[in-house]
């Protein structure tokens, strides 16, 4: 299961994107609070392969891909050094697989800007820089407690020259997933869970009188900072759609009328998610369950097996692979689509595409 975090300032609206993500209920609160236990949520990813699927085969059971969204603490100054919350908010959010940043882009009176005025700008540097600040800390203590050693082994002293490295970059104030590493350099670091290499999906959160990023202030900067890295952005009207949650779909196209809101903000987000995680579903489908699964862009035919059961990725033999869209275009019939020559026998190091129906062919 796909997991995200939700980060930014105080006050930036977190609670309710996380609302608008899930329709949870969680508390939205008007000034900054305390409050250091996450809320949790599990969302089923939206997938009209997969509910197609699901009346076609009626099966007993339905097993649609899920992410868990979590809504961490505000992130205030100094979070990064363990001030405030910091130790708490970063003991979150290292778990997450990707990072939701919320950036506040609204005027809102009654809910003052912690830091004094609204500035998206200057509030994606507080939080990137305490991200910084942090991984930046579990470098240089893993290197004095390298540097104590008096006899390192090999591996140690090439830890120490890599992190050496890191801890350079970092201190040039840039993100580790930007740093040029070898594919066995990048595993070796998988285990301080560095929170500058987690993908980031930038959700600007307007209100219905900010027209678009570049109508508040430092928003044309930050939209050319966000265009000049690798980082997935998209825009959320989040007061507005988490009330659009209890309106009917023609309220809620009357309330959205002239704003780019085209799909939901959940189906926005975890779609963001995907492309920035590089993520696919194929599914298995069949009498007893039709289930949905995730694998990277790029995975084969076995890690697809593996996924599903280690013993099917032991004991591969072949598997039976049909796309969604020849299996609804042929009656969504697989003897159909083996008459048609659309089911393909593929072996352990078949890629593995998007929407791919896929039959595990195994012995152990």
Not at 115 to 134: A, H, K, Q, T, Y
Not at 147 to 169: F, I, M, Q
Request: glycine content about 8%; aromatic content about 8%.
């Amino acid at each position: 299961m796909l997991h995200c975090g939700i980060v930014g300032l105080p006050l930036s609206g977190k609670s309710t994107i996380f609302n608008v993500i899930t329709g949870a209920g969680a508390e939205v609160k008007t000034y900054a609070g305390g409050k250091t236990d996450p809320n949790r949520a599990v969302v089923d990813v939206p997938d009209p392969r997969f509910d197609r699927l699901a009346e076609v085969h009626h099966p007993k059971k339905v097993t649609p891909a899920q992410v868990e969204f979590v809504d961490l603490a505000g992130l205030s100054r100094g979070a990064g050094k363990g001030e405030g919350l910091g130790n708490a908010f970063l003991s979150f959010v290292a778990d997450a697989d990707a990072l939701v940043h919320v950036i506040r882009c609204f005027d809102n009176p009654g809910a003052p800007h912690p830091e004094g005025s609204v500035d998206p700008l200057r509030d994606w540097d507080i939080i990137n820089m305490e991200l910084i600040f942090r991984d930046l800390a579990v470098v240089e203590n893993r290197l004095s407690k390298l540097s104590g050693k008096k006899s390192p082994l090999p591996e140690e002293k090439a830890e120490r020259t890599l992190l050496e490295r890191c801890r350079d970059w970092l201190l040039d104030e840039k993100f580790l997933k930007d740093l040029e590493l070898t594919p066995p350099e990048r595993r070796s670091l998988r285990g301080f869970t560095f929170l500058t290499e987690k993908p980031q999906i930038i959700v600007l959160n307007m209100d219905e009188s900010t027209a678009d990023l570049a109508s508040a202030p430092n928003g044309a900067a930050l939209k050319e900072r966000i265009a000049s890295t690798r980082d997935v952005a998209i825009t959320l009207y989040g007061r507005l759609e988490m009330d659009l949650l209890d309106l009917s779909d023609d309220e809620a196209a009357e309330f959205t009328q002239g704003l780019p809101i085209d799909r939901p903000g959940r189906e926005r987000l975890i779609s963001s998610a995907y492309s920035a995680l590089g993520l696919i579903n194929f599914f298995t489908c069949g009498p007893d369950e039709v289930r949905a699964w995730t694998l990277h862009d790029g995975e084969t035919a076995v890690d697809a097996a593996g996924a599903i059961h280690s013993d099917l990725a032991r004991g591969f033999i072949r598997a039976q692979v049909v796309s969604y869209d020849d299996y609804e275009k042929f009656g969504d019939s697989y003897a159909n689509c083996r008459d048609e020559g659309v089911l393909r026998a593929e072996g352990r190091d078949y890629r593995v595409k998007n929407g791919d129906i896929i039959e595990i062919r195994f012995n152990v």
